[in-house]
């Protein structure tokens, strides 16, 4: 955790810099601490425990900009660290773009706590914590004579930053986190080793689903046994909330002012036009208390506000940092995403589902890519053949083609089940006409 102290230190560090050469300065005292306890079917495989703590600072030296850290908090060695960190900046090339956000936008405080942080979390016993992992493992072990392996994972952490710039900028957030994990894997027909895994997680302990985790990666590995491919052709594609996120990353990527300013990305010059159907509605809703990826302001210290990102599939923001709106010469809005909600439909997977003809319903992407300037992506996926509404054999070794913008222009419909727990609530998808090769 952050001391009173060490924001002391900070404050100081920060005059420092000011009197000794720069013209402006940010600067962000960080500590984090996590753990892991690993078991191989029941029993303890590995035990991980980490902390860090540390100073990082970015320096405006006579129209120069250098970032340097450490994590060596003596105030004689933090003297000599900006020194030479002032003296290297002077070496660098002019970037005129390089400032610090306009101080009317910086988060000025007075809003309710956000609740992202257990104060129950030193207190947890680790006795406790590999109880939770062995009894995930227990759910799976001895329930089927193909089982190989079972894997279980308990970690949680907490993290903690203070912030600081020169034009009147203050702020510090904490926050932790909890999860439980399983993989399990079987023995196959021939040389076939399925696994499958699930895990849960939250920002509060008590939140934690600490039951289940096993038997559902079980289940899940059990309804693979007997995959191959199918014939290639179009089918309607189903993707459940596990890997929803997975369709939506290389879009959140594409709208980030360094692909912008790069030219690097298929949504340049895409702004308040339609690029995906009607259901495609998409909102950053940063303010949500007890939600995971909730904050008030971004890594600039920039204040934070509801967002929308699609609009009835037009397109409505970029992100766009101080940095790159200098680059581009248009106004920033905020660095990054928080909390991304995707409007949900009516039906669960299993609704949605039933409602398809002839399918491939996604449970896993392995491997492939996406070309950010184009949109051209070719991914390999394992799932199940949908026919008549009924998931009828077991898919994997296929590959799904196609392009971002095609593919988002053809969204038909978006399930009612978001994983609550994440900072991306993106329920199952349903698109329609998506290319498949197999057989």
């Known amino acids: 955790m952050i001391t009173d102290n060490n924001k002391k230190l900070a404050q100081w560090a920060m005059d420092y810099a000011l009197k000794n050469g720069c013209q402006a300065a940010k600067l962000v005292l960080y500590s984090n601490s996590n753990a892991s306890f690993e078991l191989r079917d029941a029993k303890m495989d590995r035990l991980q425990q980490a902390s860090e703590s540390g100073l990082s600072i970015s320096l405006y030296v006579d129209g120069r900009y250098g970032s340097y850290s450490t994590n060596r908090l003596d105030k004689k ?9 002032i003296e290297s900046t002077r070496y660098l090339a002019v970037d005129e773009a390089r400032v610090l956000p306009d101080a009317s936008r910086y988060y000025k405080g007075g809003k309710p706590d956000l609740q992202l942080f257990d104060r129950r979390f030193e207190t947890i016993n680790p006795d406790d914590k590999v109880a939770i992992a062995r009894a995930a493992a227990e759910e799976v072990l001895g329930k089927d004579s193909r089982i190989i392996s079972v894997g279980t994972s308990y970690g ?12 009147g900028f203050e702020g510090e957030s904490k926050s932790t986190w909890f999860s439980l994990s399983a993989d399990v894997a079987l023995r196959g ?42 014939a290639s052709g179009k089918y ?47 909102m950053d809703e940063p303010h949500l208390i007890g939600a995971s990826g909730a904050r008030y302001f971004d890594s600039e210290g920039v204040a934070t506000e509801r967002r929308s990102i699609f609009e009835e599939g037009v397109l409505k923001t970029y992100f766009i940092d101080t940095y790159n709106s200098k680059k581009m010469g248009v106004e920033p809005t905020v660095n990054s995403p928080s909390l991304l909600v995707l409007k949900p439909g009516s039906k669960d997977l299993n609704g949605l589902v039933a409602d398809v003809q002839k399918g491939i319903l996604v449970t896993g992407f392995n491997g492939g890519n ?38 988002w222009a053809s969204l038909s419909a978006v399930g009612n089940d978001p994983r609550m727990s994440s900072s991306w609530r993106i329920p199952s998808l349903v698109f329609e006409g998506v290319d498949f090769s197999g057989l």
Do not use: H
Not at 194 to 221: H, M, Q
Not at 379 to 407: A, C, D, H, R, W
């Open 370 to 407: 996406c070309n950010s300037s184009s949109g051209d992506f070719s991914y390999g996926i394992e799932g199940f053949l949908i026919e008549n509404g009924k998931l009828t054999q077991p898919v994997s070794e296929m590959n799904v083609t196609g392009n971002m913008i095609t593919l």
């Open 189 to 230: 027909e021939g040389e076939a080793r399925p696994s499958s895994y699930w895990y849960e997680s939250a920002l509060f302990y008590d939140k934690l689903v600490k039951s289940g985790v096993g038997t559902k990666a079980l289940e899940r590995v059990l309804r693979k046994l007997g995959q191959k491919k199918v």
């Open 77 to 85: 060695e933090l003297e000599t660290f900006i020194k030479n960190g």
């Open 236 to 282: 309607t594609m189903v993707v459940d909330p596990m890997n929803a996120s997975n369709l939506l990353s290389p879009v959140l990527s594409a709208l980030y002012g360094s692909a912008l300013q790069q030219k690097n990305s298929f949504l340049l010059d895409k702004l308040n036009v339609k690029v995906g159907a009607g259901l495609l509605n998409l």
């Open 156 to 167: 949680d952490g907490e993290s903690s930053s203070y912030r600081l710039t020169s034009n």
